[in-house]
């Protein structure tokens, strides 16, 4: 069986800190040496020494046999210490290189990691701006087959030698339709949110009916429209919302810092493509204005009967977001 495979320890003398090194191999010959001559010496050549000076001799001896040979060991002994050293330290050379590779490594793991995560983010935010596109695109093929109204011929005026009255004519449609519900109302100035939004579309399609609503609409298709030319699109808008109150302030006439809250859109590189672009596209600018002028009458008709909560639903809006960005642009809440 290989050694490698063997579970059981190693014998202590294949280690290289049990090993005889040359140096204690050296010391240990060199101190047989010494005691073996020393013996020879004091023992068989040497006179020998007087009664009373017997212990003092024996003391010498002692130290002359001994002496050399404690010195030859703490030679060896520091020189043993001294490989030992250098061994630890090689070792612990060896593993902060180790613990470094594997720094780098785990560091190049993670950055790839995070390089797929911020990947996989702007792929997502692609695909949003796509659906975007899409959804304006349906918005605007349900302005175009929208099947325009048919145009009755007007009756012939009456003979007035056969008696007839003149009478006026009934109430228009529009005006006995039911008024749009305020969740269809909010639902369609959010937009659907992709294709596939059948809610979003059927209140969409109510709002449509609703003359000054489908003016707000059409207006707020062509602001965003417009903006996602430059890339600006709502979804990515995190505004700081503002209180209800503020709202109501607003569609009561207050204006200047009493409603600043309502600009609360925070992105500088949208406020300057936006500023820019009102200075520059007279197109833009108009619809803008027009935009703003449509929406801030909505609001003082909306929030006169609206709920706290049914006036928080419509801030966060697509429609609402447009305001506070084109509203912060052209000073409306300075």
């Known amino acids: 069986m290989a050694p490698s495979s063997d579970p059981s320890p190693r014998p202590a003398a294949t280690s290289p800190r049990e090993r005889l090194t040359a140096v204690e191999i050296i010391a240990a010959i060199l101190s047989v040496a010494w005691l073996a001559g020393a013996a020879v010496y004091f023992i068989v050549l040497a006179p020998g020494p007087e009664s009373?000076?017997?212990?003092?001799?024996?003391?010498?001896?002692?130290?002359?046999?001994?002496?050399?040979?404690a010195m030859l060991w703490v030679g060896a002994t520091a020189a043993r210490a001294s490989r030992t050293m250098r061994e630890e330290s090689a070792r612990l050379r060896a593993a902060i290189d180790a613990i470094r590779e594997a720094y780098i490594a785990q560091n190049t793991s993670l950055g790839a990691t995070v390089d797929k995560t911020v990947a996989q983010k702007?792929?997502?935010?692609?695909?949003?701006?796509r659906k975007t596109e899409t959804a304006l695109a349906t918005f605007s093929s349900v302005r175009v087959e929208?099947?325009?109204?048919?145009?009755?011929?007007?009756?012939?005026?009456?003979?007035?030698?056969?008696?007839?009255?003149?009478?006026?004519?009934?109430?228009?449609?529009?005006?006995?339709?039911?008024?749009?519900?305020?969740?269809?109302?909010?639902?369609?100035?959010?937009?659907?949110?992709?294709?596939?939004?059948?809610?979003?579309?059927?209140?969409?399609?109510?709002?449509?009916?609703?003359?000054?609503?489908?003016?707000?609409?059409?207006?707020a298709q062509d602001v965003l429209t417009l903006l996602?030319?430059?890339?600006?699109?709502?979804?990515?808008?995190?505004?700081?919302?503002?209180?209800?109150?503020?709202?109501?302030?607003?569609?009561?006439?207050?204006?200047?810092?009493?409603?600043?809250?309502?600009?609360?859109?925070?992105?500088?590189?949208?406020?300057?493509?936006?500023?820019?672009?009102?200075?520059?596209?007279?197109?833009?600018?108009?619809?803008?204005?027009?935009?703003?002028?449509?929406?801030?009458?909505?609001?003082?008709?909306?929030?006169?009967?609206?709920?706290?909560?049914?006036?928080?639903?419509?801030?966060?809006?697509?429609t609402a977001r447009a305001f506070m960005l084109l509203g912060r642009v052209s000073g409306t809440f300075a």
Do not use: C
Not at 52 to 65: D, K, Q, S
Not at 122 to 129: G, K, M, T
Not at 148 to 167: C, F, I, K, T, Y
Not at 277 to 295: C, N, T, V, Y
């Open 122 to 129: 702007l792929d997502e935010i692609v695909a949003a701006q």
């Open 146 to 219: 929208e099947p325009p109204r048919p145009v009755h011929p007007a009756p012939p005026a009456p003979d007035p030698s056969s008696g007839q009255v003149v009478l006026p004519l009934g109430t228009p449609a529009e005006e006995t339709a039911p008024p749009l519900d305020r969740e269809d109302f909010i639902r369609a100035l959010n937009f659907p949110e992709s294709p596939e939004d059948k809610a979003g579309f059927n209140a969409l399609r109510r709002a449509l009916k609703d003359r000054p609503t489908a003016q707000l609409v059409r207006a």
């Open 228 to 318: 996602a030319q430059d890339g600006i699109y709502m979804d990515d808008m995190r505004p700081d919302m503002a209180r209800p109150e503020i709202w109501r302030r607003f569609a009561a006439g207050e204006r200047g810092r009493a409603v600043a809250a309502l600009g609360g859109i925070r992105d500088r590189s949208s406020l300057a493509l936006t500023a820019a672009r009102m200075k520059q596209d007279a197109i833009f600018r108009d619809a803008a204005h027009h935009f703003l002028r449509l929406f801030d009458r909505m609001v003082s008709t909306f929030a006169e009967t609206a709920t706290d909560a049914e006036i928080s639903d419509l801030s966060e809006t697509r």
């Open 52 to 69: 009373a000076g017997r212990a003092l001799h024996f003391v010498t001896v002692l130290i002359a046999m001994f002496m050399p040979v």
